[in-house]
């Protein structure tokens, strides 16, 4: 099976601007989750999807939003940008939920200025 | 909320050592999981532990899920260069449908 895919992989982006990624998960898996990576809070939880629905959120601000598809793939959008938003957006899709085993996407790696 | 810690941050060990990490978490949780990441990539599941004291192993790696299930290990016997990479643990249980992740210990081989 393909693994889970990200687009774009690296993006740069302005203050202000907003930004859309994509993901498509695992052929079968209906959960696909967001996390932001950065050096300084490691992993965290967004948001999970699954058929279509939110299932999950983060504690983030509502500037970071997402959908997903009658096919699973998802979105997130993250509107207002700001320097702080620079980090590895990763994706991961799960046969059975955000909180059991996660397959990881090589992640966006978004850079604000 | 529900918090995962992960020790030591960092460990250097020569090829050949043996590489211990710890994570505590301050709820008790209903399953552990461990993650490798290696430089310039993404998390790549390992393994998922879900009963009180369970022990599995793969390889020379050997995870181990506390009585209490609030705590876990990862050992890894005789590490070689490409155990390189972070290690994480990530957690779930309490109110949170969704995983918590260490900070994650970064592990690093001298040959």
């Known amino acids: 099976k393909a693994g889970v895919t990200q687009t774009p992989r690296y993006l740069i982006k302005t203050r202000g601007q907003q930004v859309t990624l994509s993901c498509s998960p695992i052929?079968?898996?209906?959960?696909v989750s967001w996390y932001q990576q950065t050096p300084g809070q490691g992993l965290q939880f967004l948001f999970e999807y699954f058929s279509e629905t939110q299932r999950n959120k983060g504690n983030f601000p509502g500037r970071f939003s997402g959908r997903q598809f009658s096919n699973s793939r998802s979105e997130m959008n993250v509107s207002t940008l700001e320097l702080g938003d620079s980090a590895l957006y990763l994706c991961?899709?799960?046969?059975?939920?955000?909180?059991?085993?996660?397959?990881f996407g090589p992640g966006t790696r978004l850079t604000v200025t | 909320g529900q918090q995962v810690m992960q020790i030591p941050q960092y460990q250097h060990v020569q090829e050949g050592e043996d590489f211990t990490t710890y994570c505590n978490s301050s709820t008790t949780l209903s399953n552990i999981q461990w993650y490798k990441q290696r430089p310039g990539g993404h998390p790549v599941f390992l393994i998922q532990l879900v009963k009180s004291g369970e022990v599995k192993k793969q390889k020379r790696l050997t995870f181990q899920f506390g009585e209490a299930k609030k705590n876990s290990s990862l050992h890894i016997t005789a590490t070689q260069t490409t155990d390189v990479g972070t290690y994480f643990c990530a957690g779930s249980g309490g109110s949170q449908g969704n995983l918590i992740f260490g900070k994650g210990t970064k592990l690093s081989v001298k040959p």
């Open positions: 991961a899709s799960s046969p059975r939920g955000s909180s059991y085993e996660q397959y």
């Open positions: 052929s079968g898996h209906r959960s």
